[in-house]
């Protein structure tokens, strides 16, 4: 008696695989991407902008980031007590890569995470960058339920998939809401964000990578510091996808830093 041939083992995943590549096919052909950087239909961010982004003044110095002759702290930084090993960016803060991170953060693409997630993924084996755990800057929960997603976050999840390295969303937290840093002094922002976090276990011996979208003046990043030290992290440093660039002639501390 013949049997009704049965679906071959493996079937049902080609399948859900084929439709889930056909939706996504129908989806780009209804909206197709355009490219947070110029504008040209095709990708999200396209490769001739990606060959534009403005890369970081090398050597500098590890923490502000100004020019230096030797990759060590600065006179200013070497006055400044810091809770911060170094701050690490893939790029200097200008156009394309700016364009792209504020459609990452205001327009809802939250699937440019992945490309510029990449970008961090390619800086942190080029740097030979190491950590134990990447923990996220957090939004506070009003900003998160606003947004919907945390963008730092959704890049720290491309990173930790791709350089192996574990990443916790939750252990840090945003405590009180804080006004939008744009337009505030270095000072100002140091006052806006002190106290403002606290990490919810204890990190003893561990060496955290800190991450942020953007560093312009570091008080965000100095203020998460301070909170993961003081739950016992052994090291603690931050990486940014960028950061905002030294004017010429600048000779002080982070302070003059322009957005
Ligand atoms: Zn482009
Ligand atoms: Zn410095």
């Known amino acids: 008696m013949a049997h009704a041939p049965t679906p071959e083992l493996g079937t049902w995943p080609r399948l859900v695989g084929w439709l889930s590549a056909a939706g996504q096919g129908l989806l780009d052909l209804l909206y197709p991407p355009r490219c947070a950087g110029c504008g040209r239909v095709g990708a999200l961010f396209c490769a ?6 403005e890369p970081l003044p090398a050597p500098a110095c590890p923490r502000c980031g100004h020019p230096a ?5 600065c006179p200013t930084c070497r006055g400044i007590p810091s809770h911060l090993d170094a701050i690490t960016a893939t790029a200097i803060f200008a156009h394309p890569l700016r364009d792209a991170i504020h459609a990452l953060k205001y327009d809802n693409a939250a699937s440019l995470a992945g490309p510029l997630g ?4 390619d ?18 929960r009003a900003r998160l339920a606003e947004r919907g997603y945390n963008q730092s976050a959704l890049l720290a999840r491309v990173l930790s998939r791709s350089v ?8 840090l937290v945003r405590e009180r809401a804080t006004a939008h840093q744009v337009g505030l002094g270095r000072s100002e922002r140091q006052v806006n964000v002190a106290g403002a976090f606290a990490c919810r276990r204890d990190l003893s011996g ?21 909170a993961l030290r003081t739950a016992g992290a052994s090291s603690v440093w931050a990486f940014t996808l ?3 660039r030294w004017a010429p002639g600048q000779t002080t501390a982070p302070d003059a830093l322009t957005p």
């Open 242 to 244: 960028a950061r905002a």
């Open 48 to 53: 001739a902008c990606q060959a534009q982004i």
């Open 123 to 140: 800086t942190w084996r080029a740097a030979r960058l190491s950590a134990d755990l990447i923990v996220p800057v957090p939004l506070h």
């Open 118 to 121: 990449a970008r961090m993924a």
């Open 206 to 226: 561990q060496r955290v990578a800190v991450l942020d979208d953007v560093c312009t003046t570091g008080s965000t990043l100095e203020a998460c510091a301070e």
């Open 69 to 73: 002759l030797i990759a060590e702290l």
């Open 164 to 171: 192996g390295v574990p990443v916790d969303e939750r252990i």
